[in-house]
């Protein structure tokens, strides 16, 4: 059963570079699947930011497409967001998905999530 795991700093300050990386287990993310990141503000509905699929394509949400950078590293076995610029806007709880592979958007696996807080 595949595993999504979310890691980086909890606390960015306005103006920085947000980065956060997803550690895979029980699962390659290089056959099927797109991994998407997925954020959560206080009092908001769930946003997609992006994906990275199986090929290494990629694509992004035309909301933050020029703030998003999605990659991966197959030899870890995991993908990372960073997200520029941030303000108090991009607070929010920061989550890895998987999607399937006939529907990007199907969300079968979740990380637990981690909460990122922007202030100075």
């Known amino acids: 059963q595949v595993q999504l795991q979310e890691s980086g700093p909890g606390l960015v300050k306005p103006s920085q570079t947000l980065s956060l990386t997803c550690t895979v287990s029980g699962g390659d993310i290089t056959t099927d699947y797109y991994w998407s990141w997925i954020r959560q503000s206080p009092g908001k509905g769930l946003e997609w930011i992006g994906y990275i699929a199986y090929t290494g394509s990629i694509a992004k949400s035309p909301s933050l497409e020029s703030r998003t950078s999605i990659s991966r590293d197959t030899s870890k076995n995991q993908f990372t967001l960073q997200l520029s610029s941030v303000t108090p806007e991009d607070a929010a709880v920061y989550y890895c998905?998987?999607?399937?592979?006939?529907?990007?958007?199907?969300?079968?696996?979740w990380g637990q999530g981690t909460q990122v807080t922007v202030s100075s």
């Open positions: 998905a998987r999607g399937e592979r006939d529907r990007w958007n199907d969300f079968g696996s």
